[in-house]
């Protein structure tokens, strides 16, 4: 059977310690093995990126974006072939991995403009003769640790921004689907980066802690659970690293009665039911607020019973497989307990059997209504495709539930009034909020994160964030000998 190991100094390496199955999600066969590294690949990797670094930080700044541009050119030549590597691994539909795709090549296209975004302040004559001007300088060896459900999007969240800031970077991808990330690398070499830059180490929970307490690591970067995340930001800032950690979400979409329930019910299909309910954005919980709430499930049930899920090589299918059995089984449970619980369970999507994919990690949609705020299953991350309806009597005790919850990561409203919007906005506790967009993840050129406990560490993810993240501020002042007065100074200079 063949074995994906790491990718270290500028090549594919074996592994040298236990491996872990890769099977495909829509039948269940194990389809390759993958390399967990061990302490010994973790040292491996952060020698060849330290011994990389110098060069690459002295690399002038249009070289460094010029490569940037080559890999952009590469991936969108290979965008097929990624995407069809992202369902063989993970499951979700075709036209979503090409999505997901696009959404990560989009940082890479920030990336190339990393001359400008680098460019720091001046200012003339802040005292006579005296000058004081900025700089952003790279770290030097930065990790990213990434989840399984967007093998190409968060690692391009993630080193593009990075490796153009100037440092060298560590990718440590879900052992769940290593593909992508390897892909990517030999891809990166291609477009003419030196050995050493971009390094891959497949590996489970030995290979995180690894990195996140290695002395050769200066910055670590995490998208994941938030009970992940919390130890990756704890850990490594014990060690001293910069961490930035993104973690859990439930995310919420308020429909108030003068929302288009049309547009409503479409919005909450595919930000529910898109990539089997597996994302840190998906609308988990529906808040219909006063009246809304009987016409919006009787909207919503035909919708999802009728939704096409299937495997993700199927032009037809709307929805595929969860990535393993373990984790559909655990979603399972969610929508057992919510039954015991005492919501009702308007579709049930746990008998789902494919024919000729009944060994494959399927799941049908499910829809709960009359959900309280006390239940587990509003109060826990899912990660599957289950939509919770909670009513609301009115927008200020909407608003109230959605601020209450733990995590802040995303929240919408649908709406047709600007003032509630405009209230919505400027009140809500959430990182990330649409108006009439049910999943608002932001462009590359502005920022991704959460608040609360979705978020932890001071800087979102990519954008401008993503460059202060990945780059310390140097401030210079300056004043060359034709300027300086005999004897000694007891006091600012700048004050004279």
């Known amino acids: 059977m063949q074995t994906v190991g790491h990718f270290i100094d500028g090549k594919p390496v074996p592994g040298s310690g236990a491996t872990a199955p890769i099977t495909d999600p829509s039948t269940g066969k194990i389809t390759r093995q993958v390399s967990l590294a061990a302490a010994d690949d973790v040292d491996k990797a952060v020698a060849a990126a330290a011994h990389a670094f110098p060069a690459w930080a002295a690399t002038p700044v249009p070289r460094r974006a010029a490569v940037m541009f080559r890999f952009k050119q590469l991936i969108e030549q290979h965008a097929d072939e990624l995407a069809r590597l992202i369902t063989s691994e993970h499951g979700k539909v075709l036209s979503d991995a090409r999505g997901s795709l696009q959404r990560g090549l989009e940082v890479v296209e920030f990336a190339c403009g990393i001359p400008h975004l680098l460019k720091g302040e001046f200012s003339e004559n802040v005292g006579t003769n005296i000058d004081s001007y900025s700089l952003r300088q790279p770290i030097g060896v930065c990790a990213g640790i990434t989840p399984f459900n967007f093998p190409a999007m968060v690692p391009l969240w993630m080193f593009p921004v990075a490796i153009a800031c100037g440092n060298t970077f560590i990718l440590k991808p879900s052992e769940k689907v290593p593909g992508c990330s390897m892909r990517l690398a030999e891809l990166f070499m291609q477009a003419g980066a030196p050995p050493g ?9 030995e290979a995180v802690n690894a990195i996140l307490t290695h002395p050769g690591v200066d910055a670590v970067s995490f998208v994941g659970s938030t009970p992940v995340a919390e130890h990756v930001y704890r850990t490594g800032t014990h060690a001293g690293k910069r961490v930035q ?22 919005a909450l299909m595919g930000a529910a039911y898109g990539s089997a309910g597996e994302r840190c954005m998906a609308v988990s919980v529906a808040v219909a607020v006063g009246a809304v709430a009987d016409p919006l499930v009787q909207k919503l049930s035909p919708r999802v019973r009728a939704l096409k899920i299937g495997p993700g090589t199927d032009k037809e299918s709307e929805m595929g497989p969860l990535v393993t059995a373990a984790h559909r089984d655990k979603v399972k449970g969610y929508i057992d307990l ?35 705020s006390d239940m ?35 929240a919408a ?53 993503g460059v202060r993240f990945y780059t310390r501020l140097k401030s210079v002042t300056s004043r060359w000998p034709t300027g300086i007065r005999a004897g000694a100074d007891y006091i600012m200079p700048t004050l004279r």
């Open 376 to 410: 587990r299953i509003y109060k826990e991350e899912i990660f599957g495709p289950v939509l919770c309806v909670i009513r609301a009597p009115g927008f200020e005790d909407a608003l109230k539930l959605v601020n209450d919850h733990e995590f802040g990561n995303g």
């Open 245 to 266: 950690a993104l973690g859990g979400a439930k995310n919420h979409m308020v429909i108030l009665p003068d929302a288009d329930l049309d547009q409503a019910a479409d």
């Open 338 to 372: 919510g039954v015991k619980e005492g919501a009702e369970l308007v579709v049930d999507g746990r008998d789902l059997r494919l024919q000729g994919y009944e060994d494959g990690f399927f799941l049908g949609a499910s829809l709960f209504y009359k959900v309280r």
């Open 413 to 465: 409203v649908f709406t047709r009034d600007g003032d509630a919007a405009r209230s919505f906005v400027s009140r809500v506790s959430a990182g990330m909020v649409g108006v009439n967009v049910a999943i608002p993840v932001p462009m590359a050129f502005f920022s991704f994160g959460g608040w609360k406990r979705s978020l932890f560490g001071d800087h979102h993810s990519h954008g401008a964030e």
């Open 197 to 205: 830059v971009l390094n891959i180490l497949n590996g489970a929970k």
